[in-house]
C-alpha cells in the first residue's frame, strides 16, 4: 500500500515537472523565433497616393479657427530666443527649401554688437583678421631729412668653406647731383682697400633693384675683424664715378650667428670731405640720459692712424676713461682690429655719472696700437671733452650739445691730439 502511494506521489511530480520543461522550451523558442524574424520592407507606394494621403492628413491634423493649441504638461517646449518673433514656415515651402541648401549659414553676431560695428567687432565663431596683420614696414617709406639714400643687403658666411657670401639687393631714395640716376655699388671687405667687387650698373633709377650675390674668400679666424664696406657711385655721361654714400658693416660674431638670411637695411653715410688730421681722426657718438643718470659713449670708428709697422701684426683699440677731478672712476676698452689705419667699431659704452658731476667730470678717449708679445701699448692720439676748464674747440661744442640735447647721440668727428702731449 505505502509503495503504491509512493509511486503514484513520485508520477505526479515527474508529470508536473515534465509539463514546467515543456511550458519553459515554448517560451525560449518563441523569443528565439521573434529574435531572427526579418520584417520585409514595403514596396514603394505611387507618389500621387502618398501626396493625395499627405495632404489629407494636413487637413485632418489642421486645428479648427479659434482653438488653442494644446501640448502635454509633461514635455517643455519653448522658442529660441533667436526665433522669436519670426514666422513659421511650413516644411514644403521654396524658402525652406532655399534655407536648407545652405549648410553653412552666417553666424549671428553679438548680442553688444550693432551692424554698424562690422569693422570693429567680430562675428561669434568667424576668424578676426586683426590677430592675424603683421607689423607695418616702415622701412621703404620713412626717410629722414636729409637721407642720402638707403641700402637693403644680407650677410652670410659658410664656416666650413670659409666663404663670406653678400647678397646686394636693393637701393631706394638715392639722392644723385643731377636728375638722373645711374648708380653702382663696389663692395670692401677692409682693411683690403685695393680688392673690391663690383655690381652692375643701373641706368635711371633712384631705387634701383640689384639682387646680386658675391663671395669673399675670408679665414674664420679673421673674419669678425673685417668689415664691409659699400660704396655707392652714380655714373655721370663721361664714365666718372661720383660717390653718394657709403655703408660699413661690422662682421662681428653676433651678427653672423643665427639667421643667416636675415635681410639688413642702412642709410647711406656722407664721405667726409675734410681730409685727415696729422695722427688721424676718431669718430664717435655722446648721450646722457639725466634720468636714469647714464653717459653713453659709442665708439664709431677711427680714420688715418699713423701705426707703427716694424711692431709687427699690430692691432688697435680705443681706451675710454672717465675722471672727476683729475682722479679716476671707470676705464673700458673697445675690442682690438688687426692692421687697419681705418677701424670700425661700433660699440656702445655707458658710464654711471650724476648730472651734478658733469661740471668737474672729463672724458678721455685714447687709440693704442699693441702687439704680440708686448705688454704695453703705443698711443696713438687722444681726445679729451668736458667742461671748460678741460677742453676747447669742437671739443667743447660737443660736450655742451650732449647736455642740450638729453637722452639723443649726438654724432661728431675729432681730431686726435699728439701722442707726446698724452
Known sequence: MAAQLALEI?????????????????????????????????????????????SQEDR??????GAQLSRLSSVPFMVPPSLQGQDWVPLDS?????????????????????????????????????????????????????????LWFSVEYQQEAERLLVGLIKAQHLQAPSGTCNPLVKLHLLPDERRFLQSKSKCKTSNPQF????????????????????????VDKQRKHQLLGHVLFPLKSETLAGDCHRIICRD?????????????????????????SRLTVVVLRAKGLQLQ?????????????????NKFVKCKKTSTVLGSINPVYNETFSFKADAAQLDTASLSLTVLQGAKGDKESLPLGRVVLGPYMYSRGRELEHWNEMLNKPKELVKRWHALCSPCEL
Open 268 to 292: 647711406l653715410e656722407a664721405e667726409s670731405l675734410e681730409p685727415p688730421s696729422e695722427f688721424g681722426d676718431l669718430q664717435f657718438c655722446l648721450g646722457y640720459n639725466d634720468y636714469l
Open 60 to 65: 485632418l491634423c489642421q486645428p479648427p479657427v
Open 10 to 54: 513520485g508520477g505526479v511530480i515527474g508529470g508536473l515537472l515534465l509539463v514546467l520543461l515543456i511550458g519553459v522550451s515554448c517560451c525560449l523558442w518563441r523569443r528565439l523565433c521573434v529574435t531572427f524574424t526579418y520584417e520585409e520592407l514595403p514596396e514603394a507606394p505611387d507618389m500621387s497616393t502618398v501626396a493625395a494621403s499627405n
Open 309 to 325: 709697422e716694424h711692431r709687427g701684426a699690430v692691432s688697435v683699440f680705443v681706451k675710454l676713461s672717465l675722471m672727476n677731478h
Open 94 to 150: 521654396p524658402a525652406r527649401a532655399q534655407a536648407s541648401q545652405d549648410p553653412c549659414p552666417a553666424p549671428e553676431l553679438l548680442p553688444h554688437t550693432s551692424t554698424d560695428n562690422l569693422g570693429k567687432a567680430c562675428a561669434l565663431g568667424a576668424i578676426n583678421p586683426e590677430l592675424y596683420k603683421f607689423p607695418e614696414d616702415t622701412s621703404e617709406t620713412d626717410f629722414p631729412a636729409g637721407c642720402l639714400g638707403r
Open 211 to 234: 639682387d646680386e650675390h658675391f663671395i669673399f674668400q675670408v679665414p674664420s679666424k679673421s673674419v669678425i675683424q673685417r668689415v664691409l664696406r659699400f660704396s655707392v657711385y652714380h
